[in-house]
C-alpha cells in the first residue's frame, strides 16, 4: 500500500505571497490532519478533515485553511505569509472511524519564507 | 505546565543498552497514546500505540502506560546506532480525538 505522499517537498516564498500544500492519504483512509514543526514550538495540530468536513482545528490564525476532496486528498492554504510561518508542514492519515486511530505522516513539505 | 513534558536530552546509551525514554503528560482524559521516532531532516514515524494501562511490547520495543500516575514510557531493547533519532510521545483526548498533541521530543545517540 502507497503511503501518505505530500506536494511539493520544499517551496520557497516571500512574505505578503500565498501558498497551497496538497496531501493524498494513504487508500482507504478518510481522515487527514495537518501539522506544523518548527524548532521552537515543536509539532503542533493545525486542522483535520474527514469526509471533506473539517472536525478539529488548532489555535492557529484563519491565515491558514484547509479543504478536503471526495477522494480524500486535501490541501492546505496560508495566505499572506509571514517569516514565522516557514516550517515544516506535514499532514498525517487515518482511517478516521474512531477516536485514538493511528495517524500515519508523509514526508512534509519544507516551506522557507523570506 | 505543558500539556506534555519529555526530557529534551541527549539520552546518549552505548549499543546494546537498554535506552528508557519517558513522557508525563497534564491531561486526566487522555486516550491514547503513541510512540514516533524522528530521524533529523524526517518525518515521524510511528513506533507503537498503547490505549489501556500495562506494558505493551513489539520487537526490541515496550511501552508502559501508567494512566493514574500520567506517565507514559518507551524502553528500547538492545540499542543500535540505527536508534539513534528524536523520539515523540504523543496523546489525543476523549474530546477531541483526531488531535495529537505532541510532546517536545528526546533525543537519542546511541555510541557504537
Known sequence: KAGVTQTPRYLIKTRGQQVTLSCSPISGHRSVSWYQQTPGQGLQFLF????????????????????QFS???????????ELGDSALYLCASSAGLAGGDTQYFGPGTRLTVL | QKEVEQNSGPLSVPE????????TYSDRVSQSFFWYRQYSGKSPELIMSIYSNGDKEDGR??????????YVSLLIRDSQPSDSATYLCAFSRMDSSYKLIFGSGTRLLVRP
Not at chain 2, 16 to 23: K, Q
Open chain 1, 48 to 67: 483535520e478533515y474527514f469526509s471533506e468536513t473539517q472536525r478539529n482545528k488548532g489555535n492557529f490564525p484563519g491565515r491558514f485553511s484547509g479543504r
Open chain 1, 71 to 81: 477522494n480524500s486528498r486535501s490541501e492546505m492554504n496560508v495566505s499572506t505569509l
Open chain 2, 16 to 23: 546494546g543498552a537498554i535506552a528508557s525514554l519517558n513522557c
Open chain 2, 61 to 70: 520495543f515496550t511501552a508502559q502506560l501508567n494512566k493514574a500516575s500520567q
